[in-house]
């Protein structure tokens, strides 16, 4: 923002801009920036502010349910294991108290406890067959409660309904605090509805009946108590499709979709119009857009040539051979040093990808429910692929830039009166370099080295092999020449050879 005499001038970052040679991504139009940033929240909250939101979260849902679920889980997994080893025969019920996935047992009579069902009839009835030669009697349990399919009886009940009778009487204050938050939430969002709420259940006309609010309250409230646990602050997503491992979570869940009338997430997706299922899928274009290179691949490969470089200083040291052991040791430092700056880009590739994984996942199923309707997204806002063709010419300008590199190499050698592919001894190599230890590995740039993945492997792979190998070849007395070739996938050739002079080859092979 400037600051003038006659005229104010506001500048609005829309978007990056793409690498040299492929299209020009989508910008965004300065107005959704402006809008964004105004909807978006201060982190820097004033005091009174942040008494209120601790005083919201001691008294949210989210704290709240934790210490339900602590309190009722001390009286209700013990009286499930009870009941289990009391229908159980022989050194059964000793097996079953010592099985790990008794836990998993226990969390989905849980679930079923929470959706109205009497747990004592459920083990019942998956007990009354007998287990001889189970080998883990809570995975056969486990098993035949799946297979019951039961339904959920309980899609407005209250949280006292839910608490088990002899559960601790701190359990049932809690409950009736649950009770109350969900009423407080709804009874907020009746008088402000948010985004997210109006897309279902609309907004509450104000001569409503007593009937029609109570209801509107009631589903208001059971979906924001539910988005208060989950964390959802986004003003137009109203529930999260993923599963969750917790069984509260997951009965909230269903009672939330119960509430605002979701079937489930394709319904949802196909609930959208074409612009909102365009802007989902320029929402994950942009994402795609700000990905960072992923550096898995050679990132695995600098760690096995540091791997490879210490066990040679290991087994030069072993037969007493100085120099070899602080070449070796030299290379590994080299190699440590760049798996830290890769192993520091494999992180943000990491931190990316779990940011944008529910935007990507959405913009995904946004594509596929348009090409569903025979839609296709404006062609502005989607990037096409690269064609043949141009692959081919950048191919070809990339070889160029390959023979021209080392044409300027040859030059300078015979200007200097050096012979020419030059020859390396190994009193002359006391400091190997990683970045020279492949031909052509650091005469262009990175935009013309790495072509496709396949060349940046075989890249990454002929410095890992090349070192190793000239390790392997002091040790025997012979000498090292690379041989002048270009990867494959920049001028079709095959991947990077080395030629050796002396009596006999090493034993030892670039990969």
């Avoid at 991504?25 to 982190?43: H, I, M, P, W």
């Avoid at 979906?223 to 999260?240: C, F, H, K, L, N």
């Avoid at 990037?383 to 070809?396: H, N």
């Amino acid at each position: 923002m400037t600051r003038g005499r006659e005229a104010n001038t506001a500048h609005v970052v829309t978007g990056q801009t793409a690498s040299a040679g492929h299209q020009p991504y989508q910008q965004a139009t300065a107005e959704s920036v402006l809008a964004s940033v105004l909807q978006r929240e201060a982190d820097d909250l004033s005091a009174t502010e942040q008494i209120r939101h601790a005083q919201d979260w001691a008294g949210g849902t989210g704290h709240l349910l934790t210490l339900w679920s602590a309190a009722t889980r001390s009286t209700l997994y013990p009286d499930i294991d009870r009941q289990i080893t009391a229908r159980l025969t022989g050194p059964q019920p000793w097996r079953y108290q010592r099985e790990p996935s008794r836990t998993v047992l226990q969390h989905k009579l849980r679930q079923y406890q929470l959706a109205g069902h009497d747990i004592s009839q459920l083990i019942d009835r998956i007990t009354e067959t007998p287990m001889d030669g189970a080998r883990s009697i809570s995975s056969v349990l486990y098993g035949r409660l799946q297979r019951l399919q039961l339904p959920d009886l309980r899609h407005a009940a209250t949280w006292a309904q839910r608490t088990p009778q002899n559960a601790p009487q701190v359990a049932h204050e809690l409950a009736a605090r649950l009770d109350e938050r969900r009423r407080e939430l709804g009874e907020r969002l009746a008088a402000e509805p948010e985004p997210w709420l109006t897309r279902y259940l609309g907004v509450l006309p104000p001569g409503a009946s007593p009937a029609l609010r109570e209801d509107y309250v009631q589903r208001a409230g059971t979906a924001a108590a539910y988005r208060e646990t989950r964390g959802i602050t986004d003003p137009q997503q109203a529930v999260s499709f993923g599963p969750h491992p917790q069984p509260e979570l997951a009965t909230m869940q269903r009672d939330t979709f119960h509430a605002l009338q979701i079937a489930d997430e394709r319904a949802e997706i196909r609930a959208m119009s074409r612009g909102e299922l365009e802007a989902r899928v320029l929402e994950g274009d942009r994402a795609q857009a700000t990905a960072p290179p992923d550096v898995s691949g050679p990132l695995r490969l600098t760690a096995q040539a540091e791997a490879d470089a210490w066990q040679q200083s290991a087994g030069a040291e072993t037969e007493h051979d100085l120099v070899q052991a602080h070449e070796a040791r030299a290379l590994a430092n080299r190699l440590a040093a760049e798996k830290s700056r890769l192993e520091a880009a494999s992180a943000r590739y990491e931190k990316w990808s779990a940011m944008t994984a529910i935007t990507r996942e959405t913009a995904g199923k946004a594509k596929a429910e348009l090409q569903r309707r025979g839609q296709k997204p404006a062609p502005a806002e989607t990037l096409e692929p690269q064609s043949m063709l141009e692959w081919w010419q950048e191919l070809q300008a990339n070889s160029e830039a390959v023979d021209r590199a080392l044409a300027r190499q040859q030059q300078a050698a015979a200007d200097v009166g050096r012979p020419w592919p030059p020859v390396r001894h190994p009193a002359a190599e006391r400091s190997p370099n990683p970045g020279t230890l492949c031909p052509n590995s650091g005469r262009v740039s990175s935009q013309s080295l790495i072509v496709t993945a396949s060349a940046r492997h075989d890249w990454m792979s002929c410095r890992h092999g090349s070192a190793t190998q000239r390790l392997g070849l002091r040790r025997s007395g012979q000498s090292w020449t690379p041989a002048v070739s270009t990867p494959r996938g920049w001028s079709g050739r095959s991947r990077p050879r080395q030629r050796l002079t002396g009596r006999r080859k090493h034993p030892m092979r670039s990969r």
